[in-house]
């Protein structure tokens, strides 16, 4: 499995994703989900990657190789001149790869499904942010839905609910999302360190941070380690509840 | 779906449950999924039920149903001598009734299958909670697993797996699994009120307390609300992250 989320705030969009790819439990490997192609200042387009790891990367390798062909038929990703027409390059290319799987008629155990989380910013538009899912079409981020879960998204899910906040900093929703991760990692043996975290500030075009999170970063261990403490904390300071036992 | 917890406690067993049953968005019901059997001070038993309604209903009112006739082959809950063996007589119960419905012939659009979460104490052995499988074998909760979840039991896990304790008291259990039931609540459709909370203390062999939570009790609307400034506050006490961006 997996675990990606991508993120509109009012300073820009911040995305981070897992490493860890498995078929079964005894077939783990690391893998980069986290993918940037990057005019600086006049386009930056990250994707993020969840579901059959062939699929995505021939995804990838595909959209990658346009880029040093633009003689070619179907429309590099560097020149589209809007995040709508990436998204549309993105999806079909995703579509076309699980067709083309599935269409070989050989059965796989696992199926060539994938979903991509696309988000980036072109100069003149705003930063966009898309889910793209197998069947090629995609849906938009909005004040509304203002960010995007893939993979195993369920764990996670309350605290970014309940905790984020457009006009956050950076530095919060990085905080936001280590405490998303931790709490996904902490049930579930599929999601796995090292974590890439990427921040693309609005208006610059281009990757204003990028880092990679191991098992010994000082700041994640004292995020995973203070947020059991806080929410205990947290827990402790409601209210009990009355139960009215007869031999109490 | 669904969402259910029977938890183990040094105090007794407390379950909770909640109401709905959807097939699809637009069919929902409300139903019981909590049952208890009882013979007040000699034994207790509780099912509670998750998974296709008419496999369910079924195998509670076949196990209703030897209650009254004792002379069945099969033998009555109520008179077996351990909860191991009621355990036993609930998953064949289960078995079979999943077995004919797939052996039928018909092609349903949702599968025959469900699981049972059993707790209960006989009076001379310890509480003992149970999780059945729809194939009729079952798991026992442990010092190390001490709550067993059912249906939609992602959402909910993180604060579990955190703030257990196996010394709370059940006021502080109820709080618990209140905080668990309305994260799933919040994030998913087809988890609904009311729920049912039942509380039975070790060693009595009864029912201890029992209630119905609507969406107009105060006590869960008080946890829901501060709950949500809890967590943010907790979120807040963590220090920020750092990220360093050339602009600023």
Redesign the interface.
Known sequence: MTYCVGMQLDAGLIFMSDTRTNAGVDNISVFRKMFTWEAAGERVITMLTAGNLATTQSVVSQLEERNKRPADRRPSILEAPSMFQVANIVGETLRDTIRSGAMSGSEAESKFDATIILGGQILGSPPRLFLIYPEGNFIEASADTPFFQSGET??G???L???YDPRM????A???L??SFD?TL??NLSVGLPFDLQ?V?AG?CRV??ETRIGADDP?YN??SR???A??????K???????????E
Chains 1, 2 share one sequence.
């Open positions: 369920k764990y899910r309350p605290i609910v309940r905790a900093s950076f530095a919060e990085a905080k936001l280590m405490v709490s902490k049930a921040v500030p610059t204003g941070f700041y004292e995020i203070g947020w059991g806080a929410l205990k904390q947290a827990f300071s409601l209210p009990e509840y009355s139960v009215p036992l007869e031999n």
